[in-house]
C-alpha cells in the first residue's frame, strides 16, 4: 500500500488498470488498496463537479451562482469552470490527506 500512496502523491492521473500494472498486482487489489486507505481515511476521493472548488459561490443559500451556470445553484454544468465535456469521462480521482 505504501507504493500506491507514493503514486497517488505525485499528482499524476491513472486508470486502476494503470496502477495496476506499475504496481504489479491486479485491478481488484489496486480497488480493494483505495478502498481500504479510503474508509481509513488516508486518502479521499476528488471531487471533480466543479473545478473552481466552490469559489464561485454555487452551493449554499449564499445566492451566488457561477458565472456559467445555468442558473440551478448547482456548479455541474458551469462553463466558466469546467473544461468543454466536463470531467463526465474522467473516472474517480484521490488524493493524500
Known amino acids: 500500500m505504501r ?3 507514493e503514486l497517488l502523491r505525485d499528482g499524476h492521473a491513472r486508470t486502476t488498470k494503470l496502477l495496476a500494472i506499475e504496481l504489479k ?15 481509513i481515511g488516508v486518502i479521499k476521493k476528488v ?38 465535456g466536463g470531467f463526465k469521462n474522467m473516472g474517480e480521482m484521490y488524493e493524500v490527506v
Not at 481488484?28 to 474508509?39: A, F, G, P, S
Not at 469559489?55 to 451562482?65: F, T
Open 3 to 5: 507504493e500506491l500512496i
Open 25 to 39: 498486482t491486479s485491478e481488484e487489489d489496486v480497488k480493494r488498496q483505495i478502498e481500504y486507505l479510503t474508509n
Open 47 to 84: 471531487d471533480m463537479s466543479c473545478g473552481c472548488g466552490g469559489s464561485c459561490g454555487s452551493s449554499g443559500g449564499s445566492g451566488g451562482s457561477c458565472a456559467g451556470s445555468s442558473g440551478s445553484g448547482s456548479c455541474n454544468s458551469c462553463s466558466s469552470c469546467l473544461p468543454d
